[in-house]
């Protein structure tokens, strides 16, 4: 497959680290020396999954210079939907794209890559000719907004990739690896809190409801640094890629300190490294595609350009991905 176009599409509200820290006990020395950020969008009335999700696909289809018609599927990375059914559907039909089925995945922050993955296991089948990749979280619903350890890393955001099926030679996911080890998932969650009431008789049903995120920031951070060079050592040496080839490491944007740190570990500069978490905290399933939809628009990453790219997150979950960018045309 080919990645042809980008698009995306934030709330209009900016959240700076001084607001936050109104508050919460925090202030802006402190937030961005542990993470790097600075601001992030909070999406406001009006603003949702669907909304967000179907601008950032509209704008990727131009980009492609399709029509929502020449589609056959449509995959929303997502973990928070508007509808737990899945939002992929509204998607669909807001679009008009009649032809394309559309479903969601969930993988937190590591949704977008696996979704991609799975969008290439269709075209490897040749089942497929079209398809809208898009990644949208909005996890402001889900933040204890008093919990100054997780409030100040998210934000909300979506961005899309549109692919096409292409000659062998030309395709765009050269390789990927995929993990997940539920056995830590207590590091990383957003849990069900089952509501215990009465039905009939002595009979009960479990009234449905989430908690707010939970996360033990130090071992993710640990899971993060130990886990993500190991996987992409192992996907370069299966296809034979040196790391001095890579034009840009495209991470999943949690920190900017696993960024760096994951860099080091390749000698890749760190003028390779291609972040926004600064402008936009955390926004799971949309950091990579956001990143992507920046660089291209601003002329960073060009056609032909080797992108190592690595979601990781709650589940516990993660993977990588060689990509090459190939662009509208």
Not at 76 to 97: C, M, N, R, V
Not at 102 to 120: N, P
């Amino acid at each position: 497959m080919a990645l042809v176009g980008c698009g995306s599409d934030l709330p209009t509200q900016i959240i700076t680290n001084e607001a936050l820290s109104q508050r919460v006990n925090t202030n802006d020395e402190w937030i961005r020396n542990r993470t790097g950020i600075t601001t992030r969008r909070i999406a406001g009335p009006g603003e949702t999954i669907t909304t967000l999700g179907l601008r950032a696909g509209q704008a990727a289809l131009h980009h492609a210079g399709w029509s929502a018609k020449d589609l056959d599927l449509i995959l929303l990375a997502t973990s928070t939907p508007d509808d737990l059914f899945g939002s992929a559907p509204k998607i669909q039909g807001e679009l008009g794209a009649t032809q394309a089925v559309a479903f969601d995945i969930t993988a937190a922050c590591s949704g977008f890559l696996f979704a991609l993955i799975t969008a290439g296991q269709y075209f490897r089948s040749g089942s497929i000719r079209r398809a809208l990749i898009i990644g949208a979280d909005q996890l402001s619903r889900w933040v204890n907004w008093d919990d100054r350890r997780t409030c100040i890393l998210f934000g909300d955001g979506a961005a899309a990739v549109a692919v096409e099926e292409c000659p062998t030679e030309e395709n765009g996911l050269l390789g990927f690896r995929m993990r997940s080890d539920g056995s830590r998932t207590d590091c990383l969650n957003l849990r069900q809190i089952p509501d215990i009431m009465p039905l009939i008789n002595q009979s009960k049903y479990q009234m449905g409801g989430f908690n707010q995120i939970s996360m033990n920031g130090q071992e993710v951070y640990k899971f993060a640094v130990r886990e993500i060079p190991a996987v992409l050592q192992e996907l370069l040496i299966a296809t034979n890629i040196n790391s001095c080839a890579i034009d840009w490491l495209l991470l999943h944007q949690a920190n900017q300190r696993i960024l760096n740190a994951v860099a080091d570990r390749f000698d890749i500069p760190h003028e390779k490294v291609l972040t926004n978490l600064a402008h936009y905290g955390n926004t799971s399933a949309a950091t990579i595609p956001l990143m992507l939809d920046e660089a291209v628009k601003d002329g960073r990453i060009q056609s032909g350009n080797l992108i190592a790219s690595s979601g990781f997150g709650a589940g516990l979950s993660w993977g990588a991905a060689l990509l090459r960018w190939k662009g509208p045309g």
